[in-house]
């Protein structure tokens, strides 16, 4: 797929909390029925559970709502969540685009940041490619941090 030039992100509100939950429902049903985690409505909730707009940006492309990114400060380092992108525009580029942005202001503020990612989920081969290694894993979650560069 070409790469999307169009894309931006915005503060999210907490208007957008219904549709990124319906997004988070579509992004992550292969990897949570891989895994036998999928419930229709815990997908959800979870979502709804953390969501925090003041952490929270909404990826756009084209003026669209396309997905969403958190970043949550913690005593020692930010957790990247909430990372989702619609699946017909993943491997286009945004992603990257998004993720890098994000660890630029981390690497200025000198913050480490840490991730989970489901087990098998390709979201990982993203995260390695930006300098995220291994913490530690179990048979759902791999843990995983990046230091400032």
């Known amino acids: ?13 907490v208007a957008d909390v219904a549709p990124l939950a319906e997004l988070r429902a579509v992004v992550l049903r292969a990897d949570l029925e891989r895994l036998g985690r999928y419930d229709e409505e815990r997908v ?6 953390g969501f925090d707009p003041a952490h ?10 396309a997905g969403c990114v958190a970043l949550r400060p913690a005593e020692d380092a930010h957790w990247l969540e909430h990372f989702y992108l619609a699946p017909h525009l993943q491997g ?6 998004v993720l890098r942005d994000l660890l630029d202001r981390c690497d200025r503020s000198g ?7 489901l ?10 490619r930006h300098g995220f290694t291994l ?8 843990f995983m941090v990046r230091t400032p560069t």
């Open 56 to 65: 929270t940006w909404v990826i756009e492309v084209g003026g669209a709502l």
């Open 1 to 13: 797929m070409a790469p999307v030039v169009d894309w931006g992100t915005r503060p999210a509100s």
């Open 119 to 128: 087990q098998g989920s390709p979201a990982r081969r993203l995260y390695e």
């Open 92 to 97: 286009s580029g945004i992603g990257s685009g």
């Open 135 to 142: 913490v530690a894993e179990d048979p759902v979650d791999v």
């Open 44 to 49: 959800r909730q979870r979502l709804r559970d």
């Open 111 to 117: 913050v480490p940041v840490r991730l989970n990612v």
